[in-house]
């Protein structure tokens, strides 16, 4: 099995503040003050939807850019929920400031529902552990 990506996480001193490092890039992660964190940077669940989105707005601007369709300043909104049973639910809006046929619009919508990103999380993903030495 080839491995395309790689991130560790270390925790600190503080509570649930731990350093993340994804690729080439590092980040952090904490909890909101609510849930016993500081509150000082994104959440695991906030970056689940910056993923999400992200992957949303690269392949349709990808897509767009294949068909010679200007997008201009384009736009995804994404909420997060929950239902009584605890299943997440995501909600995108996708917003351009262009003007777009219906059928642009549809075939957009078409698209995103298939990006790698909301593959991976609408089907799921083996995901197994172990003990580190």
């Not at 850019?65 to 995501?90: I, T």
């Not at 219906?102 to 089907?123: F, G, S, Y």
Request: glycine letters at 6%; a negative charge; one cysteine or more.
């Amino acid at each position: 099995m080839k491995k395309v990506n790689l991130a560790t996480v270390v925790s600190t001193d503080a509570n649930y503040l731990h350093h993340i490092h994804a690729g080439r890039f590092d980040l952090d992660t904490d909890e909101p003050k609510a849930l016993g964190g500081q509150g000082a940077t994104p959440a695991p669940f906030d970056y689940y939807l910056a993923s999400l989105s992200a992957c949303t707005a690269i392949t349709l601007r990808m897509y767009a850019q294949r068909k010679g369709w200007n997008l201009g300043e384009f736009r995804a909104e994404l909420a997060l929920s929950f239902d009584d049973d605890g299943k997440p639910h995501v909600h995108r809006t996708l917003h351009s400031d262009q003007l777009l046929s219906d059928e642009q619009w549809n075939r957009l919508l078409e698209i995103v529902a298939n990006t790698p990103v909301t593959k991976a999380m609408r089907e799921g993903a083996v995901i197994t552990s172990e003990r580190g030495r």
